[in-house]
């Protein structure tokens, strides 16, 4: 089984992912952004997701908390700061921490 990885996110955020051949580069408003994110978190191919650092800060909490809940997908912020790092995301997908 192979997993998709997708960005969502303002236009000129996503250009960046495809160009480096990411197939789900779902560009989204800030308008519509919580119902395209929903939509991926939705979908079982995806096993990786990654939303600007800038634009999670500005979801509802309800979608906030579920963005750190979820197992699967991994969300990857990418921007100025980081709030999570690598080891503790992919801890929290797989339940072991393999960096022991």
Do not use: C, N, W, Y
Not at 27 to 49: F, R, S, W, Y
Not at 53 to 77: D, F, N, Q, Y
């Amino acid at each position: 089984m192979s997993v998709e990885i997708a960005a969502v996110g303002r236009d000129d955020f996503v250009q960046g992912f495809k160009l480096v051949g990411v197939r789900r580069a779902i560009p989204a408003t800030k308008e519509d952004l919580e119902q395209k994110i929903g939509q991926v978190l939705d979908d079982p191919e995806v096993g990786i997701l990654v939303l600007d650092t800038g634009e999670m800060k500005t979801l509802s909490h309800t979608m906030r908390r579920r963005l750190e809940t979820v197992a699967r997908p991994v969300v990857i912020g990418v921007g100025a700061k980081e709030d999570e790092d690598l080891r503790t995301k992919v801890k929290r997908a797989i339940g072991v921490d393999l960096f022991k």
